[in-house]
Protein backbone atom coordinates (compact mmCIF):
# COMPACT_ATOMS: atom_id res chain seq x y z
CA UNK A 1 0.00 0.00 0.00
CA UNK A 2 1.13 3.80 -0.91
CA UNK A 3 2.79 5.17 2.11
CA UNK A 4 3.40 9.46 2.65
CA UNK A 5 4.23 9.68 6.25
CA UNK A 6 5.21 12.84 7.82
CA UNK A 7 7.59 13.21 11.31
CA UNK A 8 4.80 14.91 13.69
CA UNK A 9 0.84 15.16 13.30
CA UNK A 10 1.06 18.31 15.97
CA UNK A 11 4.03 20.59 16.72
CA UNK A 12 3.79 23.93 18.90
CA UNK A 13 6.64 26.09 18.46
CA UNK A 14 7.92 29.47 19.38
CA UNK A 15 8.14 32.29 17.41
CA UNK A 16 12.31 32.63 16.18
CA UNK A 17 12.70 28.61 17.09
CA UNK A 18 13.99 26.17 13.51
CA UNK A 19 11.91 23.88 12.81
CA UNK A 20 12.23 20.62 10.53
CA UNK A 21 9.09 18.81 9.38
CA UNK A 22 9.52 15.52 7.67
CA UNK A 23 8.18 13.70 4.87
CA UNK A 24 9.11 9.98 4.21
CA UNK A 25 7.77 8.32 1.17
CA UNK A 26 8.29 4.60 0.41
CA UNK A 27 6.38 4.22 -2.79
CA UNK A 28 10.11 5.31 -4.64
CA UNK A 29 8.51 8.26 -6.20
CA UNK A 30 10.50 11.20 -7.99
CA UNK A 31 8.46 14.05 -7.04
CA UNK A 32 7.96 15.29 -3.76
CA UNK A 33 6.26 18.60 -2.90
CA UNK A 34 5.39 20.67 0.49
CA UNK A 35 1.92 22.60 0.54
CA UNK A 36 0.64 24.88 3.29
CA UNK A 37 -3.10 24.55 3.78
CA UNK A 38 -4.79 27.69 5.29
CA UNK A 39 -8.87 28.11 5.49
CA UNK A 40 -9.86 29.59 2.14
CA UNK A 41 -6.84 29.61 0.97
CA UNK A 42 -6.37 25.94 -0.57
CA UNK A 43 -3.98 24.45 -0.93
CA UNK A 44 -0.63 26.39 -1.68
CA UNK A 45 2.99 25.59 -3.20
CA UNK A 46 5.94 26.22 -0.77
CA UNK A 47 8.73 24.08 -2.99
CA UNK A 48 9.03 20.88 -4.97
CA UNK A 49 11.93 18.82 -5.72
CA UNK A 50 11.82 16.35 -8.80
CA UNK A 51 15.25 14.22 -7.75
CA UNK A 52 17.88 14.03 -5.16
CA UNK A 53 19.25 17.44 -4.30
CA UNK A 54 16.77 19.28 -6.81
CA UNK A 55 14.40 22.16 -5.62
CA UNK A 56 12.09 24.37 -7.11
CA UNK A 57 10.43 27.51 -5.59
CA UNK A 58 6.80 26.68 -5.44
CA UNK A 59 4.27 29.66 -4.84
CA UNK A 60 4.80 30.75 -1.57
CA UNK A 61 8.68 29.73 -0.81
CA UNK A 62 9.44 32.82 1.66
CA UNK A 63 10.76 31.94 5.54
CA UNK A 64 10.79 28.55 3.99
CA UNK A 65 13.59 25.97 2.74
CA UNK A 66 13.88 22.25 2.08
CA UNK A 67 16.55 19.83 1.78
CA UNK A 68 16.38 16.19 0.00
CA UNK A 69 19.61 14.31 0.59
CA UNK A 70 17.59 11.07 -0.67
CA UNK A 71 15.51 10.22 -2.29
CA UNK A 72 12.83 9.03 -0.38
CA UNK A 73 13.20 12.12 2.46
CA UNK A 74 11.87 15.68 1.70
CA UNK A 75 12.50 18.28 4.58
CA UNK A 76 10.78 21.40 5.07
CA UNK A 77 12.77 23.93 6.98
CA UNK A 78 11.67 27.14 8.85
CA UNK A 79 14.82 29.12 9.94
CA UNK A 80 13.05 31.11 12.18
CA UNK A 81 9.37 30.36 13.06
CA UNK A 82 6.61 33.10 12.73
CA UNK A 83 3.12 33.50 13.66
CA UNK A 84 2.24 34.10 10.09
CA UNK A 85 3.94 30.14 10.07
CA UNK A 86 1.19 28.36 12.27
CA UNK A 87 -0.54 26.47 9.06
CA UNK A 88 -1.49 22.89 7.98
CA UNK A 89 1.51 21.03 6.21
CA UNK A 90 1.07 19.02 3.76
CA UNK A 91 3.73 16.74 2.09
CA UNK A 92 2.98 15.08 -1.27
CA UNK A 93 4.54 12.29 -3.64
CA UNK A 94 4.36 11.86 -7.38
CA UNK A 95 5.80 9.47 -9.93
CA UNK A 96 7.24 10.41 -13.24
CA UNK A 97 8.72 13.61 -15.03
CA UNK A 98 5.76 15.94 -15.68
CA UNK A 99 3.11 17.98 -13.28
CA UNK A 100 0.35 15.25 -14.07
CA UNK A 101 0.81 12.43 -11.98
CA UNK A 102 -1.84 11.92 -9.42
CA UNK A 103 -0.24 13.10 -5.99
CA UNK A 104 -0.05 11.21 -2.93
CA UNK A 105 -0.26 13.27 0.05
CA UNK A 106 0.96 12.71 4.27
CA UNK A 107 -1.65 12.93 6.71
CA UNK A 108 -0.04 16.59 7.70
CA UNK A 109 1.53 18.33 10.42
CA UNK A 110 -0.37 21.22 11.76
CA UNK A 111 1.89 23.68 13.42
CA UNK A 112 0.81 26.22 15.49
CA UNK A 113 4.09 29.16 16.39
CA UNK A 114 3.33 31.01 19.32
CA UNK B 1 0.79 33.10 -12.37
CA UNK B 2 -1.93 30.26 -12.91
CA UNK B 3 -5.07 30.54 -11.39
CA UNK B 4 -7.72 27.93 -10.28
CA UNK B 5 -10.69 29.22 -8.04
CA UNK B 6 -13.43 27.17 -6.67
CA UNK B 7 -16.95 28.05 -6.49
CA UNK B 8 -18.58 27.76 -4.43
CA UNK B 9 -16.18 27.84 -1.10
CA UNK B 10 -19.03 26.19 1.07
CA UNK B 11 -22.08 24.23 0.40
CA UNK B 12 -24.57 23.04 2.82
CA UNK B 13 -27.08 20.38 1.54
CA UNK B 14 -29.99 18.28 3.10
CA UNK B 15 -28.64 14.54 2.38
CA UNK B 16 -30.18 13.47 -0.50
CA UNK B 17 -30.26 16.30 -2.29
CA UNK B 18 -27.28 16.72 -5.42
CA UNK B 19 -24.38 19.25 -5.24
CA UNK B 20 -22.21 20.23 -7.88
CA UNK B 21 -18.93 22.29 -7.18
CA UNK B 22 -17.05 24.41 -10.41
CA UNK B 23 -13.40 25.38 -11.18
CA UNK B 24 -12.22 27.99 -13.15
CA UNK B 25 -8.77 28.16 -14.84
CA UNK B 26 -7.57 31.48 -15.80
CA UNK B 27 -5.31 29.96 -18.51
CA UNK B 28 -6.00 26.35 -20.68
CA UNK B 29 -5.03 23.38 -18.82
CA UNK B 30 -3.54 20.10 -20.12
CA UNK B 31 -5.26 17.74 -17.18
CA UNK B 32 -7.84 18.44 -14.41
CA UNK B 33 -7.66 16.18 -11.80
CA UNK B 34 -9.68 16.05 -8.48
CA UNK B 35 -9.19 15.46 -4.91
CA UNK B 36 -11.57 14.43 -1.47
CA UNK B 37 -10.30 15.59 1.70
CA UNK B 38 -12.39 13.89 4.37
CA UNK B 39 -12.76 16.30 7.80
CA UNK B 40 -9.22 15.27 9.64
CA UNK B 41 -7.82 13.92 6.79
CA UNK B 42 -5.62 14.37 3.78
CA UNK B 43 -6.64 14.73 0.14
CA UNK B 44 -6.99 11.53 -1.90
CA UNK B 45 -7.15 11.48 -5.48
CA UNK B 46 -10.54 10.75 -7.20
CA UNK B 47 -9.71 10.95 -10.86
CA UNK B 48 -8.16 12.86 -13.76
CA UNK B 49 -9.78 14.15 -16.88
CA UNK B 50 -7.19 14.93 -20.05
CA UNK B 51 -9.60 15.60 -23.16
CA UNK B 52 -11.46 18.26 -24.11
CA UNK B 53 -15.51 17.71 -22.78
CA UNK B 54 -14.69 14.73 -21.18
CA UNK B 55 -17.37 13.46 -19.15
CA UNK B 56 -16.21 10.61 -16.07
CA UNK B 57 -18.41 8.60 -13.52
CA UNK B 58 -17.95 7.32 -10.70
CA UNK B 59 -21.11 6.11 -9.05
CA UNK B 60 -23.19 8.97 -8.16
CA UNK B 61 -20.05 11.82 -8.83
CA UNK B 62 -19.94 13.28 -12.17
CA UNK B 63 -16.69 14.98 -13.64
CA UNK B 64 -16.83 17.12 -16.71
CA UNK B 65 -14.25 18.75 -18.47
CA UNK B 66 -15.26 21.73 -20.23
CA UNK B 67 -14.62 22.19 -24.38
CA UNK B 68 -11.95 25.00 -23.85
CA UNK B 69 -10.32 22.73 -20.94
CA UNK B 70 -10.34 25.94 -18.61
CA UNK B 71 -13.01 24.67 -16.17
CA UNK B 72 -14.71 21.64 -14.64
CA UNK B 73 -16.90 20.71 -12.47
CA UNK B 74 -18.02 17.64 -9.81
CA UNK B 75 -21.91 16.91 -9.98
CA UNK B 76 -23.14 14.45 -6.99
CA UNK B 77 -26.15 13.01 -6.92
CA UNK B 78 -28.77 12.67 -4.11
CA UNK B 79 -25.54 13.24 -1.47
CA UNK B 80 -24.66 10.74 1.18
CA UNK B 81 -23.34 11.93 4.84
CA UNK B 82 -20.33 9.98 3.16
CA UNK B 83 -20.02 12.60 0.85
CA UNK B 84 -18.79 15.04 3.63
CA UNK B 85 -15.43 17.02 3.14
CA UNK B 86 -13.70 19.21 0.41
CA UNK B 87 -13.53 18.78 -2.60
CA UNK B 88 -10.71 20.72 -4.56
CA UNK B 89 -9.92 20.49 -8.03
CA UNK B 90 -5.94 20.92 -9.69
CA UNK B 91 -4.68 21.81 -13.13
CA UNK B 92 -1.78 22.21 -14.74
CA UNK B 93 -0.74 23.44 -17.94
CA UNK B 94 1.97 21.41 -20.17
CA UNK B 95 4.27 19.64 -18.09
CA UNK B 96 4.21 22.16 -15.24
CA UNK B 97 3.52 21.25 -11.45
CA UNK B 98 -0.36 20.95 -10.44
CA UNK B 99 -1.85 24.29 -9.32
CA UNK B 100 -4.68 23.31 -6.67
CA UNK B 101 -7.97 25.17 -6.49
CA UNK B 102 -9.61 26.81 -3.38
CA UNK B 103 -11.60 23.89 -2.48
CA UNK B 104 -15.31 23.70 -1.91
CA UNK B 105 -16.44 22.40 1.94
CA UNK B 106 -19.29 20.24 1.41
CA UNK B 107 -21.44 20.08 4.72
CA UNK B 108 -24.44 17.44 4.77
CA UNK B 109 -27.87 17.73 6.83
CA UNK B 110 -29.14 14.90 7.45
Known amino acids: DVKVTQSSRYLVKRTGEKVFLECVQDMDHENMFWYRQDPGLGLRLIYF???????EKGDIPEGYSVSREKKERFSLILESASTNQTSMYLCASSSGTSGRAEQFFGPGTRLTVL | GQQVMQIPQYQHVQEGEDFTTYCNSSTTLSNIQWYKQRPGGHPVFLIQ?????EVKKQKRLTFQFGEAKKNSSLHITATQTTDVGTYFC??????????FGTGTRLTIIP
Open chain 2, 49 to 53: LVKSG
Open chain 1, 49 to 55: SYDVKMK
Open chain 2, 90 to 99: AGCRGNEKLT
